[in-house]
């Protein structure tokens, strides 16, 4: 008889977390959070004050995995890993996370345009047994010189408006990236490398 693969619980609304997901091989459940007025305060995102981007990023992911655990108590879900990542984009050590609108991601764009950044993403993987285990991936990317007119179609596009420093490489933003070292997928939200490693590390079977 063959086992069916274990799976797990992804603890994101990402759309890209799960598709690279997907492209690993890994079976697994979406676990939501509420969001706008009724989101979940143990995963609010905003930074505490004085926080820096590292510990920040760090802060939220675990907060997401550990959440995410007591929602499977909560809604007596079946007992799974639960896995979390949280992305930041960090230049002059000032923390720009997901726009509040068009306006604040077009300001974003200008500060990026010309200049390097930092994307880190904090990877998080909690056991039903109550092991933690974190990872950070971090890489550096340099964006050309935008223009205004460059920078108002790609916030007219939409893509900028639910990602962390206001663009997604894996998009239209791909045609702004001159130079990157470090992850990719790691920029698009979920370090590949990063998280095997982890799933590895508690012993899940299903990679």
Same mark, same amino acid.
């Given at each position: 008889? /063959?086992?069916?693969? &274990? @799976?797990? !619980?992804? $603890? %994101? @609304?990402?759309? @890209?977390? @799960?598709? #690279?997901?997907?492209?690993?091989?890994?079976?697994? =459940? /979406?676990? #939501?959070f509420r969001a706008g007025a009724r989101a979940d305060g143990e995963v609010d995102e905003t930074p505490l004050p004085g926080e820096d981007p590292v510990t920040y990023v760090q802060r939220v992911a675990r907060?997401? $995995?550990e959440h995410g655990r007591r929602i499977l108590v909560w809604r007596k879900l079946q007992p799974q890993v639960v896995l979390s990542a949280d992305t930041t984009v960090e230049v =002059?050590? &000032?923390i720009l996370g997901k726009p509040v609108d068009g306006d604040d991601? $077009?300001?974003t764009l200008r500060? #990026?345009?010309g200049r390097a950044h930092r994307v880190l993403t904090a990877v998080v993987v909690a056991t039903p047994a109550g092991q933690i285990e974190a990872a950070l991936s971090e890489s550096r990317v340099r964006f050309r010189e935008l223009s205004d007119a460059e920078i108002r179609r790609y916030v007219a596009s939409g893509e900028?408006? =639910?990602? $962390?420093? %206001? !663009?997604g490489i894996q998009g239209r933003a791909a045609l702004f990236v001159a130079h990157m070292e470090g992850s990719y997928t790691g920029i698009m939200g979920l370090p590949l490398f990063e998280t095997g490693a982890l799933l590895r590390k508690i012993g899940f079977d299903g990679l």
């Open positions: 008889m /063959t086992l069916a693969p &274990q @799976r797990l !619980y992804l $603890a %994101s @609304r990402s759309p @890209r977390r @799960r598709e #690279l997901l997907t492209q690993i091989g890994v079976h697994f =459940d /979406t676990l #939501l907060a997401k $995995a =002059d050590g &000032q991601a $077009a300001r500060l #990026l345009s900028p408006l =639910d990602k $962390a420093g %206001s !663009y």
